[in-house]
């Protein structure tokens, strides 16, 4: 017998779920294996709204209606990240698969209590970003292990907040699909560029160089308001950090998530350095690395690295956000067909304890040690 598509709840119709997760969803090609069933925000007619124009058949203003009236298997959970372990608890409650939008929780003890809990309960998570899918990464991880670049002395990451999130397109409208306020990524619990941004690159580190060991940094708000719409937004997350990660016998790796400026590489790219050579971004010693897709990518000018992501094919490759729908699908392959996923809530929880324990070190002035594997 045919299985049944995996109902699906979004909770929160915010930027992400808006330009990425409900789009790819609503695509004709993922009906028999996934359907949106229901939507829900908090903001009026914002989940009215969404349900309409991409398809869900029921929508609700919060979460707790949603898992108890919406008819779902699964939740994506598309909320403020300082809301996610509350909404993520719930779902479990529930009985319900969960994938999270980066990142899964704000501290260690949160990502534990969901990890035990939906072991207890038989549930799945699984939290973005999928930076372990991506066949760049996973070659540079095989040229860092089998000593091509000679004895690797340090690495480097890092994500820069600018003004991205005012400017993006869903912001400057007039209805409540494309008027929707940024302010939470400037505040806490929650908000910064760690969390947000830089959350990409710790996953190609660790997923290159596996679980750090300790860490020390400063940290600190710089821009203590932004503007918005011709408002001005308080600011009290921290937006200008840089870390070491110490990965043990003198290996290091300088992490930053800051207000402004950046290395010359995209967004979850690292640099690496040894002692026989440097891979830049996507270069090795000033050559293009070689992996496998790549030469597919090199024949379409629009290409991009998520391309070559598993269910990223056809419409999918026009769409923004296409490496959230591929973790969205890695939850309803695993649900579905019981294909397990490399994209762990556990490297997840590794990555959250390198942040969370950060921002301690600057407060303390003291290193400290990373209590979390995977």
């Known amino acids: 017998m045919a299985k049944a598509p995996i109902r699906i709840g979004v909770v929160g119709c915010g930027s992400i779920s808006v330009r990425g997760i409900l789009p790819h969803l609503a695509v004709p090609d993922v009906q028999d294996r996934v359907r949106i069933e229901a939507v829900c925000d908090p903001v009026a007619g914002r989940a009215e709204a969404a349900a309409e124009r991409f398809g869900a058949e029921r929508a609700f203003l919060d979460i707790d209606d949603l898992l108890a009236h919406g008819n779902v298997d699964a939740v994506s959970i598309a909320t403020p990240i300082g809301l996610h372990y509350e909404h993520g608890k719930k779902a479990l409650a529930a009985g319900k698969h969960i994938h999270f939008n980066k990142t899964m929780t704000t501290t260690v003890a949160e990502a534990t209590d969901l990890i035990e809990t939906a072991r207890r309960k038989g549930l799945k998570i699984v939290a973005s970003p999928g930076q372990v899918l991506r066949p760049n990464v996973r070659r540079i991880k095989e040229l860092v292990a089998d000593g091509t670049l000679g004895t690797l002395c340090w690495a480097a990451v890092g994500s820069t907040f600018g003004t991205y999130h005012e400017d993006e397109s869903v912001r400057q409208g007039s209805d409540v699909l494309s008027n929707i306020d940024p302010s939470w990524y400037y505040r806490k619990p929650g ?22 060991k300790r860490v020390t940094s400063f940290s600190g708000t710089r821009l ?10 308080p600011c009290d997350a921290d937006d200008n950090t840089l870390m070491i990660l110490d990965y043990g016998d003198s290996l290091f790796a300088l992490v930053y998530g800051v207000a402004s400026g950046r290395m010359p590489v995209r967004l979850g790219e690292g640099s690496f350095f040894g002692t026989k050579g440097t891979i830049i971004g996507s270069e090795m010693n000033g050559e293009a690395i070689d992996y496998p897709g790549r030469a597919e990518l090199a024949a379409f000018p629009q290409a991009n690295p998520t391309w070559l992501l598993p269910h990223v094919v056809g419409d999918h490759r026009g769409m923004q956000e296409a490496h959230v729908f591929e973790d969205v699908m890695q939850l309803v392959d695993w649900v579905r067909d019981d294909v397990p996923t490399p994209v762990t809530a556990e490297q997840a929880r590794h990555v959250v304890d390198i942040i969370e324990s950060a921002y301690r070190s600057s407060e303390t002035g003291q290193a400290q040690i990373l209590t979390t594997t995977f």
Do not use: S
Request: proline share 6%; net charge neutral; no cysteine.
């Open 224 to 233: 203590k308001e932004r503007e918005f719409r011709g408002q001005m937004v």
């Open 191 to 212: 908000g910064g560029p760690l969390y947000d941004m830089t959350v990409y690159g710790l996953h190609t580190l660790t997923t290159i160089l596996g679980p750090a």
